[in-house]
């Protein structure tokens, strides 16, 4: 076992653990003593986790573990932490492993082989830009990287064209302007978007605007840097019932039975419009059989 102390450190457990998405200062101090009391360090790239490890000073040793290698890397993972002697650390190049790269499938067969699995937390790209976005935050969808092509890219772009919640996409410098592109087909230029790249980097910069605005301004401006991309989700449609139409409605349904009450949750449901308003009309209707 490593000799710096940790007293939450236990043989035969993988820590999952978050690391700067740029500004070293984001770095937890319990970050920090994990990876400086674990035995192995599973790194997505260990030429980038070695600069981090130098900074803090930490002299843990590395293996990588990445998307071509992970195969055979599981197995020399889990048999390092079967034999409940070492503790192990994932980390990616940046925030937490897992979240669009294959550190999940390590997690995975951890937890089906009974091996404890500890997070340690840290920054994600996702709820970074999206707190700071300015769009609804209540309500969202993680929806990484788009497929790159063919049906599969086609059948995703659909569906997020319905999608009512705030929608968090990555992606790269080089494909950004195709993806804005069919973004903005597919969920229209007006809807409102905010792209943040190079999160608490030196050139950190958040755009704010609309898909099709947000289209323009980065075939003059060439993308540059890993970009985070925040979309507002679609608005439903409440379509404009008369009162006589909704009087009408309330009155057939109060004559099949139904209570005011529940008839005016129906058509609430059904038209989009105020509960209490329905209501407050389905007590001018004058019918025995719709007491409520």
């Known amino acids: 076992m490593a000799s710096a102390p940790d007293s939450d450190l236990k043989p035969g457990h993988l820590y999952v653990v978050g690391t700067p998405l740029g500004n070293l200062e984001d770095m937890t101090f319990r970050a920090v003593r994990l990876l400086q009391s674990v035995d192995l360090i599973a790194a997505e790239d260990t030429r ?24 055979s890397r599981i ?12 503790a192990v650390a994932l980390v990616s190049d940046a ?8 550190g999940y499938e390590l997690v995975a067969a951890c937890v089906e082989a009974n091996i404890p699995v500890v997070p340690i937390p840290g920054p994600t790209a996702a709820m970074t830009a999206l707190c700071v976005s300015g769009l609804p935050c209540d309500r969202f969808i993680f929806e990484g990287f788009l497929p790159l092509k063919g049906k599969d890219r086609t059948a995703r772009l659909e569906s997020l064209a319905q999608e009512e919640r705030t929608i968090v996409l990555y992606e790269a410098p080089h494909k950004l302007l195709k993806t804005l592109a069919d973004l903005t087909a597919a969920l229209g230029a007006e809807r409102p ?68 009450a529940d008839a005016s949750r129906q058509l609430a449901k059904a038209t989009g419009q105020p509960k209490k308003l329905i209501y407050q009309l389905s007590l001018g209707i004058d019918t025995d059989g719709g007491a409520g």
């Open 48 to 71: 980038h986790t070695g600069k981090l490890l130098q900074h803090f000073q930490i002299t843990t040793p590395q293996i990588s573990y990445h998307e071509h290698n992970r195969q």
């Open 75 to 86: 197995g020399e993972v889990l048999h390092h932490l079967q034999t409940r002697q070492h």
């Open 95 to 102: 925030g937490m492993p897992g979240i669009s790269d294959p």
């Open 193 to 260: 978007i905010t792209l943040g790249r190079e999160l608490t980097k030196r050139f950190e910069e958040f755009w704010r605007g609309t898909l099709g605005d947000a289209l323009a301004h980065y075939q003059i401006t060439a993308p540059k840097g890993e970009f985070t991309i925040v979309i507002q989700g679609a608005t439903r449609d409440v379509p404009v019932v008369s009162e006589q139409a909704l009087k009408a409605e309330l009155e057939r349904l109060l004559h099949e039975g139904i209570s005011r």
